[in-house]
C-alpha cells in the first residue's frame, strides 16, 4: 500500500506548484502596479523604502561590470579577425540608422507644444557658458582598474575589446578563454537567482517613486510627459520590435513576450544596465529557438560569441531612448516662452549628441547651454526624468536587442527582407506618430488649456525668512522725519528703528504681492539687516531714484534697492561694497527676440529707440556699443507699466536689467528678456549717504557676513531666481489629504 500511495503523494504538491506558480515576469508587472497603489496611498511616508530598492538594484550591479568585460574578451576571442570587422560594421550599420530616425523625430517635437504662454524669473546659469563633458576620462582607460572600480562603463568596453581583439591572433588563448567561459556561466547563474527578488525591488521602487515625486511638476510639465511617453512607446512596442519582425524570423510580439522580464525590470530600476546578462541570455534563447523555423546550421558557441559582443560593445552608445532625451531641451525653451532658435539646431544635434556618450546627467545641461537656455531647467528635467526615463529605459532595451537579433542574423548572412512587413511597420508607425503629435497640440490646445499662473505665483510669495516688525509707508511721510544731516548708527539704534527708501513696484526686488505684504529680495536683505541690529523697520517710498536726496537728508538711513555701481554717483552718495551683480538685457516682444542676440545684432538694425528703467542707469553701457540708438528714460514704475501695457508701442526695444526684466516679462508674457552676447554683468551695490561713515561700515560688514553664511545665495536663489523648494506643502497623498490619518 505504501509502494503504492507514496508516488501519488509526492507528484501531487510538484503539480500544483508547477499549476499556480506565478510567472516571474508577472510578479514583476503585479509589483509595479501595488507600488503605484502604495505611492499615492501613503505618499511621502514611503520614500524609506527607496533604501530596499536602491539595495536591490545594487545587487543587480554586482555581474554587470564582469559581465561586460569577460563578454566582450571571450566573444571577440573566439573570432577571426575579418569576423570582428564583420560585427563592427553591421552593428555600426543597425546603431546609425536607429540613431538616424531618433534624431528625427526629437526635431519634430515642437509641433506638437500648444501656444501657450510661458515665462521664468532668471536664471544665472542662462549665461554661463557650459562645460563639455571629459571624454579622455570616459573612452581612454588609463588606469583600466580605475575604470573597473569605478564603473566607467565606456573606458571598461574599450579596455575589454583591446584586450578582445588581442586575443584573435593568440595562439595558445584557450588558456585565457576557458576559465573566462566559465566565469561567465557563474556570472549568468548569479544574475538568475537576483532576478527572483525582482518583484520586491520593484515595489520598493516604484513606491517611492510615485510617492514622492512632486506633483505641482506633473501639471506644469504633462505636456512633455505626455510627448516624450507616447514617442517612447511607439518606439519601444511597435517600430523596434516591428522592425525585427522584418528582418529576422522572430514574430513581433513574439519578441515583446520573451523579453518582458528585462523590460519590466528596467522599466522598474531605470536602469538598462543592471539587465544586460539577463537581456543577453534571453537574446541567445530567441535566436537558437528560430532554427526550427528558419534552418541554419550555426551552432550556440557562434550564436551566444555574436550576442556576447554586440550587446556590451553597443552598450557604450547612445541609444534611441538616449537621444530622444535631447527633446526636453527643445521643450524646456517652450516651456519658458524662449524656443530654441533654429540657428542654434546644429550645435544641439551634434554637441548635444556627442555629450550623450557621458549619459543624460552630462548631456541635458551641457545642451541647454548649447540652446542658451538656464541649465536650472535641468531640474525640471530630473522631475520629468523620474517618469520618462522609464520609458525611455524601456526603449533603450529593446534598442540593444534589435541590434543583437538583428546583427546576428546579419553575420550569418541569414537576414531576409520581408518588403510588406516592412511597409506595414513604417506606414503604421508614421501613422501612430503623427496622430501621437497631432493629437497633443489639438487635445492641450482645445481640451486642457492649462491657464497661464506665473503671474499669480510671483505674486503669492511670502517672506523667505521671519520678517521684523515693520511699518510700511505706501506714500511718503511728511516732513517730521526732515533732518539737515543723516542719522548715525548710534542714533538709529537708540530710536530702535532703521528707516529704508524702497521702490514699489520693483519686481522682484521690491513689491506688494496678492496678501499686500512688501516683499521681494531687497526687502528681504532689509529685514535681514535690521534683524542684525535688533531693530525694526520704517519702510519709505521713493517716486524715482531720488535716494541721494532722501539719504542726505535723513529722510531714509538705506536705499535698499539694488543698483548698478555707477561712478557719476560717487560724488553726492556713497556705494556699499558690491553684493553681487547685474545683467544688462533687453525686453523685446517675442516676435523680435532674434534681432538682440548679439551686439552685431542691434547695430545692424540702425537708429533704434530704446526706453530704459527708471531706477537704474544703464544708457552709459550701451552708448559705445550701439551709438546710434536713441535712448528714453522712464521717469516711474507706472510709465514703466504702461509701456508693457501697450506693447511697446512707438520704441523698438526697453533696456533693462536681466533679474528685473525677467519678472516683467512674467507679468507680460507677450515680452521676453534677451542678454545679448558678449554679457555685461555689473556689480550691484546699495546706496547710503556719503558723510555716514558708521553705517556704511555696518552695512559693508553686514554683506561680509551674510555673503560668508550663504544667506545672499539663498535670497537671490528664492526671488531672483525663483527656487521655492524649500517653502513647498508635503506631497499630496490619501492617507493625509483624503483619510487625514497623518498630519
Not at 619 to 640: D, H, K, N, Y
Request: aromatic share 10%.
Amino acid at each position: 500500500m505504501n509502494s503504492t500511495t507514496e508516488p501519488h503523494t509526492e507528484q501531487l504538491p510538484e503539480s500544483s506548484r508547477r499549476r499556480f506558480q506565478i510567472p516571474v515576469a508577472t510578479q514583476v508587472l503585479l509589483a509595479l502596479v501595488l507600488g503605484v497603489i502604495t505611492g499615492v496611498f501613503f505618499g511621502e511616508i514611503v520614500a524609506p523604502l527607496k533604501a530596499l530598492g536602491d539595495a536591490f538594484i545594487k545587487l543587480l550591479q554586482i555581474t554587470v561590470i564582469p559581465y561586460i568585460s569577460v563578454a566582450l574578451i571571450t566573444g571577440l576571442g573566439i573570432l577571426k579577425p575579418s569576423e570582428v570587422k564583420k560585427i563592427a560594421v553591421t552593428g555600426g550599420s543597425i546603431l546609425l540608422m536607429l540613431w538616424t530616425a531618433s534624431v528625427a523625430l526629437v526635431m519634430i517635437l515642437p509641433i506638437s507644444y500648444p501656444d501657450w504662454p510661458a515665462r521664468s524669473l532668471f536664471q544665472q546659469s542662462s549665461i554661463v557658458a557650459g562645460t563639455p563633458p571629459d571624454f579622455l576620462q570616459l573612452y581612454i582607460p588609463s588606469n583600466p582598474f580605475f575604470s573597473l572600480a569605478n564603473g566607467i562603463v565606456p573606458a571598461v568596453v574599450v579596455f575589454s575589446v583591446m584586450v578582445g581583439l588581442a586575443l584573435t591572433g593568440v595562439k595558445n588563448k584557450d588558456a585565457l578563454l576557458v576559465p573566462l567561459t566559465t566565469l561567465a556561466e557563474i556570472l549568468s547563474k548569479i544574475t538568475s537567482y537576483i532576478a527572483k527578488l525582482a518583484p520586491y525591488g520593484v515595489f520598493a521602487l516604484i513606491a517611492n517613486t510615485t510617492g514622492t515625486i512632486g506633483l505641482d511638476d506633473l501639471a506644469r510639465l504633462q505636456v512633455y510627459i505626455v510627448v516624450a511617453v507616447l514617442m517612447l512607446m511607439i518606439l519601444g512596442l511597435w517600430l523596434l520590435p516591428g522592425l525585427v519582425s522584418c528582418l529576422t524570423p522572430l514574430g513581433h510580439f513574439e519578441v515583446l513576450r520573451r523579453l518582458r522580464t528585462p523590460l519590466i525590470t528596467a522599466f522598474a530600476t531605470g536602469s538598462s544596465l543592471v539587465v544586460l546578462p539577463m537581456l543577453a541570455d534571453i537574446c541567445k534563447e530567441l535566436i537558437i529557438e528560430a532554427r526550427e523555423r528558419w534552418v541554419f546550421a550555426e551552432d550556440e558557441e557562434d550564436i551566444e560569441s555574436s550576442v556576447d559582443v554586440l550587446i556590451p560593445t553597443f552598450y557604450s552608445f547612445p541609444t534611441m531612448g538616449g537621444v530622444m532625451s535631447l527633446g526636453f531641451v527643445l521643450f524646456a525653451g517652450w516651456y519658458i516662452g524662449s524656443p530654441v532658435s533654429l540657428q542654434n539646431y546644429p550645435s544641439l544635434v551634434f554637441g548635444g549628441f556627442a555629450s550623450l556618450f557621458g549619459g543624460t546627467a552630462l548631456a541635458i545641461p551641457f545642451a541647454l547651454s548649447l540652446a542658451e537656455l538656464p541649465r536650472e531647467l535641468f531640474q525640471l528635467f530630473i522631475s520629468t526624468d523620474v517618469i520618462v526615463s522609464r520609458f525611455g529605459t524601456f526603449v533603450s532595451i529593446m534598442h540593444y536587442a534589435t541590434i543583437a537579433l538583428i546583427g546576428t542574423f546579419a553575420l550569418k548572412n541569414l537576414t531576409r527582407l520581408r518588403v510588406w512587413r516592412l511597409v506595414s511597420v513604417l506606414s503604421i508607425g508614421l501613422l501612430l506618430f503623427t496622430a501621437a503629435l497631432g493629437g497633443v497640440k489639438a487635445f492641450y490646445t482645445y481640451v486642457v488649456v492649462v491657464p497661464y499662473t506665473k503671474d499669480d505665483y510671483l505674486k503669492s510669495l511670502q517672506h523667505l525668512g521671519e520678517p521684523q516688525q515693520a511699518i510700511v509707508h505706501r506714500t511718503p511721510p511728511d516732513a517730521l522725519y526732515e533732518s539737515t544731516s543723516p542719522r548715525t548708527l548710534t542714533e538709529i539704534k537708540d530710536s530702535g528703528s532703521l528707516r529704508v527708501c524702497y521702490a514699489a513696484g520693483n519686481y522682484p526686488l521690491s513689491y506688494f504681492n496678492a496678501s499686500d505684504e512688501l516683499v521681494g529680495f531687497d526687502v528681504e536683505m532689509a529685514h535681514r539687516f535690521a534683524a542684525r541690529l535688533e531693530l525694526t523697520i520704517e519702510f519709505v517710498p521713493l517716486n524715482r531714484l531720488e535716494g541721494t536726496q532722501k539719504l542726505s537728508s535723513g529722510h531714509c538711513d538705506v536705499v535698499f534697492n539694488s543698483l548698478a555701481l555707477d561712478l557719476t554717483r560717487t560724488d553726492v552718495v556713497a556705494h556699499t561694497d558690491p553684493f553681487g551683480s547685474i545683467t544688462v538685457a533687453f525686453i523685446v516682444p517675442v516676435s523680435r527676440r532674434d534681432d538682440f542676440l548679439t551686439w552685431s545684432d542691434v547695430r545692424r538694425q540702425g537708429e533704434i529707440t530704446i526706453k530704459t528703467a527708471a531706477f537704474q542707469n544703464l544708457s552709459s553701457q550701451i552708448g559705445a556699443r550701439i551709438p546710434q540708438a536713441e535712448t528714453v528714460r522712464l521717469a516711474s514704475f507706472e510709465e514703466q507699466t504702461e509701456y508693457f501695457e501697450s506693447g511697446g508701442a512707438e520704441t523698438d526695444t526697453f533696456l533693462d536689467t536681466a533679474e528685473e526684466g525677467a519678472a516683467w516679462t512674467i507679468l507680460y508674457p507677450r515680452f521676453t528678456v534677451v542678454v545679448p552676447k558678449p554679457v555685461i554683468q555689473l556689480p550691484s551695490v546699495y546706496l547710503v549717504a556719503l558723510d555716514n561713515p558708521s553705517v556704511l561700515r555696518a552695512m559693508n560688514e553686514w554683506l561680509l557676513i551674510e555673503k560668508s553664511t550663504g544667506g545672499i545665495d539663498e535670497m537671490y536663489d528664492f526671488w531672483v531666481q525663483g527656487k521655492t523648494q524649500q517653502v513647498q506643502p508635503p506631497r499630496w497623498s490619501v492617507v493625509r489629504d483624503v483619510l487625514g490619518w497623518v498630519d
